[in-house]
């Protein structure tokens, strides 16, 4: 390698700073849109509203009928660790917002051309704001609109060319699906109506979903997925675990258990009602929708001992107390750390074996010694 250092430690310039910390955060599509999402939640919506133009390639924008921002805001909207919903890190014990990092409006803001529209609920009036790269205002001016905020992104990753390229080449066999799949997630779990759609370059806009923010789970997966879904799924029914499987996780003391409540839905392993793949399978910390690999892989272990060639439709929703989970692990906090994550996998193990036992075998395996 050439050596173009001058053996001087310098800082970096801010703007570059900014430029290669924000292509961290904003990696895909599939994290901006996640992020605006979780802003509008945040922002007390009940109704939002994604539209892509070429499946984000042009641009992509959410609007929602939260809160809207105020004006004395503004200048603080995209800069970075910048929020109003902490201030400080003891802060995160308490958090009830999806967000708290300050981050995701400044990186985006830095992969693309940022704007956004907002009437906070206080005021008859809104405002069009345009960002510059930095997360400064370049532009801002009064309109009319109805109260809440609608984010218009263009041209994301146009200045990481070699992200923009892989965005280009993946955008339909993997971003966009993964990004629709995220919108999924929190409309499983969520009371709010979100509606996506995709026009394409030719004008042609389809509807992608459309869920009503129902009276429950089920009836958000029977809108997503379809009435057929919900034909043979069976309620997570929780057990306390085993002394069996306490101590094959190696769980001897009460310090080591926490309490955990566990709701959701499982499709029953009858041969011929799973899935060839485990693309519908949603985690969840306190409605927070995350990756959870120890759990899906355990789900599926026992899962498959019941039907070998499949996979279940899987809902699993855990509620703990805050102080129980550490959700800033990561910047898209989808990877969490839990306090007894053991004694959670023997819930889930004791519970699944139980419920998805067919009652004649439990019988044949109680009645032959
Ligand atoms: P965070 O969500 O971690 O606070 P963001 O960069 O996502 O950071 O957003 C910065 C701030 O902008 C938020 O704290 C919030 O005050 C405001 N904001 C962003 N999106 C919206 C929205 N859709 N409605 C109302 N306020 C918003
Ligand atoms: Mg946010």
């Known amino acids: 390698m050439a050596d173009s250092s001058s053996g001087i430690i310098n800082a970096i310039d801010k703007e570059s700073v900014h430029k290669i910390c924000s292509g961290q955060v904003i990696t895909t599509l599939s994290t901006a849109v996640k992020e605006l999402i ?73 992969v693309s051309d940022f704007s956004m529209t907002t009437r906070h609920k206080s005021v008859s009036i809104g405002a069009k704001i345009e960002f510059g790269r930095d997360g400064r205002i ?71 979903l459309n869920v009503s923010g129902g009276e429950d789970v089920k009836s958000n997966v029977s809108q997503i997925f379809g009435i057929e879904q919900i034909k043979n799924i069976i309620p997570f029914i929780q057990k306390p675990p085993s002394d069996e499987v306490l101590e094959e996780y190696g769980i001897k003391n009460e310090k080591d258990h926490s309490d955990f409540i566990i709701n959701g839905y499982i499709s029953s392993p009858d041969h011929g009602k799973g899935r060839s793949s485990p693309d519908r399978q949603f985690f969840y910390v306190n409605n927070r929708p995350c990756d959870m690999k120890k759990l899906s892989k355990l789900v599926n272990e026992i899962y498959h001992t019941f039907n070998k060639q499949q996979y279940p439709f899987l809902v699993l929703n855990i509620r703990l107390s805050k102080d129980s989970v550490d959700i800033n692990v990561t910047p898209d906090k989808r990877q969490l750390m839990l306090n007894n994550e053991k004694y959670l996998l023997s819930i889930v193990k004791t519970s699944l074996l139980e419920f998805l036992t067919p009652r004649s075998s439990i019988y044949t395996l109680r009645s032959n010694p």
Do not use: W
């Open 138 to 208: 370049k532009k801002k001016t009064k309109v009319s609109c109805q109260k809440g905020t609608t984010v218009l992104i263009e041209n994301i990753f146009t200045n990481l060319p070699v992200r923009r390229k892989e965005f280009e080449r993946n955008i339909a066999k993997k971003d966009f699906p993964d990004t629709l799949n995220k919108i999924v997630e929190y409309g499983i779990i969520l009371d709010k109506k979100i509606t996506v759609t995709n026009t394409t370059g030719k004008g042609k806009t389809d509807r992608l």
């Open 38 to 110: 979780e802003n509008s939640i945040d922002a007390g919506a009940t109704i939002i509203d994604v539209k892509f133009k070429d499946k984000g390639l042009k641009s992509f924008s959410v609007m929602d009928n939260g809160d809207g921002i105020e004006e004395e805001n503004f200048d603080s909207i995209a800069l970075k660790h910048h929020t109003s919903k902490i201030s400080k890190f003891s802060d995160l014990t308490s958090v009830d917002t999806f967000g708290f990092r300050g981050e995701a409006l400044s990186s985006i803001c830095g």
